[in-house]
């Protein structure tokens, strides 16, 4: 028997190639539909005053479909900036401080689920394996169900599930949890997500957790595990010994002088500790004179979500601390901290790990960090770099063991976890780095995608086998 249809559902579509600047849930999931082929739904990007009666746009990359719709502006203000960026990422990265809640934008985000699984239903068999992705789409299977779709449906969280002390400041999140119950299977990055999930179903929702991951709410008994995601480990090693990230390698290591290189990749956001990570480089200068003038920190900051004005402050922030560090400790032919807010191919990225001798992934909450896991993929085994990993991200359950794990509030210890990185002993680089390349290696993202959806296909389907025609006869152009 095929394999049945594999359709994916998340915010941005694509693409499909490696090459892009795609953040971490795109490079996961184009490994798993080049390989296997399907349907891949979700917004297109665009808002449109016509979004709510235009058609989907669709394009063909050999046996993957790419199918999207626009927004309208107050969907693209109330769905994605509002409740999506504004109330629930704060939020399920355990920033209370800077959740905003507005009623407008919860009942777009319901409208906006629902017009979307409106759309998606009539293009849907009843053996599909329908994959959901991300908090943009907590309520997307439960308008699926609505919509009349019986067969197998997979929610995966790509960002951490806060403690239910927490996200029961969400006015919805009672809502929102007995959303989540409409999936089959729904998958974290780590056990403490899950567990956390598991606490709010118990706690807040009368429920029972029960044997091999499964949870009953009511009537419902859903399996909620962890499916930690990985990377392209070989393909990206391959990257990091290419041509243009030679080049980059070269330019970095020339512009350096023989002083080492610390790097930070990160997008703008402020989860990721960007700043914290500057007072801990500054703490550094400060406290240990013989490291003046001995080493550059380079921190690339793609910029993200720049129409909300916490990313904007964050890059006046970011840009202000190091600008203020810079003209503490520079001197004529050195300048401690580069920032750059532009892009880099991924080819170009890995030859920048590649030269860099401390990698700081210092996120204050993080659902995984690929990041963490590319720095590894990209070193020289014969002579390795060494990763600085807070204990706050996802990537620590895997990479403990070689990582020098660090409080990212703390730049006392960023300070002391810098100089032990600087000075640390080849052999002990590698050591560590050793134990970190086996869960990078064999954890890769094609490993991910298979485990959840062998995971989500051992689901018994709730629908009759000859049940595999579209749901719907109609055109979905209405
Ligand atoms: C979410 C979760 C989870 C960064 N700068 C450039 C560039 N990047 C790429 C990195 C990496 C990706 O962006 C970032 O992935 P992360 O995992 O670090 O973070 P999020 O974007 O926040 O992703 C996260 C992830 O989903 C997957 O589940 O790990 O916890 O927050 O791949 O390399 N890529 C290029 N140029 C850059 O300048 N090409």
């Not at 920033?95 to 409106?118: G, H, I, P, W």
């Not at 790990?353 to 992934?361: D, F």
Request: hydrophobic share 40%; proline share 5%; net charge negative.
């Amino acid at each position: 028997m095929s394999e049945p249809r594999l359709v994916v559902v998340s915010n941005r579509v694509g693409p499909l190639d490696d090459e892009g600047k795609a953040g971490g849930l795109a490079v996961g999931l184009a490994d798993a539909l080049r390989r296997r082929g399907g349907l891949w739904f979700g917004w297109s990007g665009d808002a449109d005053e016509g979004a709510l009666t235009g058609d989907i746009k669709t394009e063909q990359h050999g046996t993957t479909e790419l199918a999207t719709l626009d927004l309208t502006p107050e969907e693209l203000d109330g769905f994605y900036l509002g409740y999506s960026n504004r109330s629930l990422w704060p939020l399920l990265h355990y920033r209370l401080d800077l959740v905003q809640f507005d009623r407008s934008f919860d009942a777009t985000y319901r409208a906006v689920n629902k017009r979307f699984a409106e759309r998606l239903a009539p293009r849907l068999r009843q053996d599909d394996l329908v994959w959901v992705h991300d908090y943009h789409f907590f309520t997307m299977g439960a308008e699926l169900r609505q919509a009349g779709y019986l067969g197998r449906l997979g929610f995966f969280l790509h960002i951490p599930f806060c403690p239910p002390e927490v996200f029961t400041a969400l006015p919805a999140s009672h809502d929102l949890v007995r959303a989540l119950l409409a999936y089959d299977l729904v998958g974290f990055q780590t056990e403490t997500d899950r567990l956390n999930f598991v606490a709010f179903c118990v706690r807040e929702l009368g429920g029972e957790a029960l044997a091999d991951d499964r949870v009953r709410v009511g009537d419902r008994i859903v399996r909620a595990s962890a499916f930690p995601i990985g990377i392209d480990a070989e393909g990206f090693s391959r990257f990091a010994v290419s041509p243009e990230a030679g080049e980059h390698e070269e330019m970095l290591r020339d512009i350096a002088k023989g002083r080492p290189l610390v790097v930070g990749v990160d997008r703008l956001d402020y989860t990721k500790g960007i700043v914290e990570r500057l007072l801990g480089f500054e703490r550094l200068l400060e406290t240990r004179e013989e490291m003046r003038g001995g080493v550059n920190l380079l921190q690339i900051a793609p910029l993200s979500r720049a129409e909300l004005e916490t990313y904007a402050e964050l890059r006046t922030e970011m840009e202000a601390t190091a600008g203020r560090v810079n003209g503490r400790f520079a001197s004529l032919d050195w300048t401690p901290i580069q920032i750059m807010t532009t892009g880099f191919t991924r080819r170009a990225l890995a030859g920048i790990y590649r030269a860099a001798r401390v990698c700081l992934v210092t996120p204050l909450r993080d659902g995984m960090n690929l990041v963490a896991k590319e720095y590894v993929a990209a070193q020289d085994p014969g002579d390795p770099g060494v990763l600085l990993l807070s204990r706050f991200a996802g990537a620590r359950a895997e990479l403990e063991e070689g990582a020098l794990l660090v409080n990212p509030y703390n730049p006392d210890n960023l300070a002391e976890a810098l100089q032990r990185a600087l000075t640390m002993p080849k052999a002990e680089r590698i050591r560590r780095h050793d134990a970190m390349r086996r869960p990078v290696f064999s954890g890769t993202a094609t490993r991910w995608c298979e485990s959840f959806l062998e995971a989500l296909g051992a689901v018994p389907p709730d629908v009759p086998e000859e049940a595999s025609a579209p749901l719907f006869k109609a055109s979905d152009r209405h």
